[in-house]
């Protein structure tokens, strides 16, 4: 018996990363391959995924936080790789397709001719912006499901005539589980720092552990860094007087590697760079202080912080904006209400096992 041959397309380095996870459980059911619209699909290379089509343009990687980022991708050729993605798929035949992200990817589907499709939208929310009336148009004539990120954007699709349904937060199902990377309890105030993987994750540590240092001698707390693996912050360490061995005498610094449920679990307070780990942070509870980077648009930082909730505070690279909300956050815990109300912005776990079951039994 023929395998179902499925295609999972994704539009930005947060949405390949869900989209390999998706693409992972479908393995040994299906016949699967990725679509990475921009960018070099890594995410899909290391789980071993196969790539098919033609990418797109690297410059802001479908990241839409920066002023003119469409304008500088249009520039450097996006709408020709859109007609380059588009031909690629009239060429192609599949049984399922999935779209991950925005409505981008399911409008290249409908352009090419290939209807329908099921699509995970990431993004949209009724705490932030709801999809637009084209959009929901889109969506009632191209998608045979539509799995949204919480229950009342879910209402809102589905009086629209779309067949939209709300089984969780996609994202909340990504967080990896190692449980041989056990981290210890403790009594101290535990912050946990995620750098980022990309290029400027060490000046980004660099900014965090220069702002900690600040109040170190003042507040009992305890570092842990996550750290991918191609990345080495020995050097930094030696630099800002730190230390991962605890028989130097220096601050102490623990490192773990990646991003786990484990990890953010642990966390007390997380000091972030990295875009989807704060929301699965918020997610379980937890409070987040945001590096936003340089340039970027105060109706994206507003969008962002509608979404994440009340236990997100966006700051720029700032150090004495950081002392205080740190020293905040150490003198006044979230209350368990506040917790609540993050956990109902993200949204919980279990959207994955409702894809992979719609996808391989019908």
Not at 49 to 66: F, T, W
Not at 168 to 185: V, W, Y
Not at 274 to 300: D, M
Request: overall charge positive; proline content about 4%.
């Amino acid at each position: 018996m023929r395998m179902k041959k499925v295609l999972i397309i994704s539009n930005g380095l947060g949405e390949d990363s869900i989209g390999a996870v998706i693409a992972k459980s479908l393995l040994t059911n299906t016949d699967v391959h990725a679509m990475a619209l921009v960018g070099k699909g890594t995410a899909y290379q290391i789980n071993k995924i196969p790539l098919v089509g033609p990418g797109a343009i690297d410059s802001h990687l479908g990241n839409r936080r920066y002023k003119y980022s469409f304008l500088k991708d249009l520039t450097q050729g996006a709408i020709q790789f859109m007609f380059k993605q588009i031909d690629f798929l009239k060429s192609q035949e599949f049984d399922e397709i999935i779209c991950v992200g925005d409505i981008y990817s399911v409008l290249i589907c409908y352009f090419s001719g290939q209807i329908p499709v099921r699509f995970i939208g990431v993004y949209k929310s009724t705490y932030s912006h709801s999809y637009q009336w084209y959009e929901k148009y889109l969506l009632k004539r191209q998608a045979l499901t539509v799995w949204t990120r919480d229950a009342k954007l879910s209402v809102q699709l589905t009086n629209a005539g779309v067949n939209a349904r709300y089984d969780g937060n996609i994202i909340m199902d990504t967080i990896a589980i190692s449980p041989n990377e056990t981290i210890a309890p403790s009594d101290l105030f535990t912050i946990v720092i995620l750098p980022g993987s990309r290029k400027e994750a060490r000046e980004n540590l660099r900014f965090f552990l220069t702002t900690l240092k600040t109040i170190w001698d003042k507040k009992s707390i305890r570092v842990i860094v996550s750290r991918s693996p191609d990345l080495n912050f020995s050097e930094l360490y030696c630099q800002l007087d730190f230390s991962l061995s605890p028989k130097d005498g220096k601050q102490l610094i623990t490192e773990y590697p990646g991003i786990s449920y484990e990890l953010l679990n642990s966390a007390d307070l997380l000091l972030s760079a990295a875009g989807t780990s704060q929301q699965q942070a918020a997610g379980l509870g937890k409070p987040v202080i945001g590096l936003l980077p340089e340039g970027v648009r105060k109706k994206r930082k507003r969008t962002i912080s509608q979404i994440m909730g009340p236990l997100y505070t966006p700051l720029s690279r700032d150090i004495s904006q950081f002392t205080q909300e740190i020293s905040r956050q150490i003198n006044c815990p979230p209350s368990e209400e506040l917790k609540k109300i993050s956990k109902e912005h993200i949204g919980h776990s279990g959207a994955l096992s409702k894809v992979i079951s719609t996808v391989i039994s019908q």
